[in-house]
């Protein structure tokens, strides 16, 4: 029978084998780029998340990978691939009640996100969490830096973000360009091609971008008001 691991694995393999990240891969296949992150693995309540047979699908069809060849990847062993390895070693390791902080303006520079959009690589503050990080794994927080967001977040004010929790309409979100370009909107809609946003501040323009030019989107939880 086949495990969990096992499949995730092999998604994780298919993935390496053609030069993709796991959010690369889902992309690719047309999917919700957050689909196949670590975070999307597991339920709040620890049960085990399985990747759909339509999603597999999706996948197999977007490289060109026969079934034969995925379940191939399906390896005994459930260690960490080469990639995975990597992404634990260079994860950011919060100490104590405390989460990574960056400033708005350093999020736009490479080297602080892996491709999911959660903290990683060197160069983090930390601050104190309200609550319990064990309750919110991959928990950060971001800086308020200068007016562009008023009124709604002044300068100073600390968001705290959820990387890979489910956003729905009006929830208030961070989203990262793959041009680096880092802001804080709240999302009007959602479609499978294309995200509206709207500014906080009513000087600014409200934005729709599309997915493809997305790196990564993610909920904030919290403001320091």
């Known amino acids: 029978m086949l495990s969990h691991n096992q499949i995730w ?41 399985w990747p759909s047979t339509e999603s597999i699908a999706k996948v197999l069809d977007a490289t060109g990978a026969s079934m034969e060849q995925f379940l191939a990847f399906m390896r005994a062993d459930t260690g960490p691939s080469e990639q995975q390895a990597r992404q634990q070693e260079n994860a950011f390791q919060p100490q104590g009640g405390s989460i990574p902080l960056l400033g708005f303006a350093q999020a736009g520079a490479g080297g602080f996100f892996d491709d999911g959009g959660f903290p990683a690589g060197q160069g983090w503050d930390v601050v104190e969490f309200p609550a319990a990080p064990s309750q919110k794994s991959g928990v950060y927080a971001l800086e308020v830096q200068g007016e562009s967001m008023m009124p709604l977040y002044r300068d100073g004010d600390v968001l705290i973000v959820e990387p890979g929790a489910q956003v729905r309409r009006n929830d208030r979100v961070v989203v990262r360009t793959n041009e680096g370009e880092v802001m804080a909107k709240v999302l009007l809609r959602q479609s499978p091609r294309s995200i509206e946003l709207m500014s906080l501040n009513p000087e600014h ?21």
């Open 9 to 49: 694995e092999a998604l994780d393999r298919l993935a390496e084998r053609h030069e993709l990240t796991p959010s690369g891969l889902a992309r690719r296949a047309g999917l919700d780029p957050t689909s196949f992150n670590k975070s999307k693995r597991l339920s709040a309540d620890g049960r085990l998340r």
């Open 205 to 225: 323009p409200n934005r729709t971008l599309e997915l493809s030019d997305i790196d990564w989107i993610a909920r904030i939880i919290w403001a320091s008001q």
